[in-house]
Nanobody, 117 residues
Framework: QVQLVESGGGLVQSGGSLRLSCVGS????????MGWYRQAPGKQRELVAT???????NYADSVKGRFTISRDNAKNTVYLQMNSLKPEDTAVYYC???????????WGQGTQVTVSS
């Protein structure tokens, strides 16, 4: 079983920055893709950004130009650099790894990001 541990969330003022990290608990993972998702109160979970093993990235329109996803495969880690944060970015942020030939998905426990106006 693979566990994902997220860190880096917190409270920040509008216009500020945060960097989220997500580490996989085992070494030698066969990672197909990594991603960040978020869920605000009363809303469905939505995609924020994804990155493939080849480095291709995809972003939600709402975060393009402000957020950057990156990865360190050797460390089984994915990052989300969030700049110019807005109150509407407030949510619980979850990381997801897609692993192996069966493309199994594993989720982190979530980290709270709160942006005050």
């Amino acid at each position: 079983q693979v566990q994902l541990v997220e860190s880096g969330g917190g409270l920040v003022q509008s216009g500020g920055s945060l960097r989220l990290s997500c580490v996989g608990s085992r070494s030698g993972l066969s990672i197909n893709a990594m991603g960040w998702y978020r869920q605000a109160p009363g809303k469905q979970r939505e995609l924020v950004a994804t990155i493939t093993s080849g480095g291709d990235t995809n972003y939600a329109d709402s975060v393009k130009g402000r957020f950057t996803i990156s990865r360190d495969n050797a460390k089984n880690t994915v990052y989300l650099q969030m700049n110019s944060l807005k109150p509407e970015d407030t949510a619980v942020y979850y990381c997801k790894f897609n692993l192996g030939v069966w493309h199994n998905n594993y989720w982190g426990q979530g980290t709270q990001v709160t942006v005050s106006s």
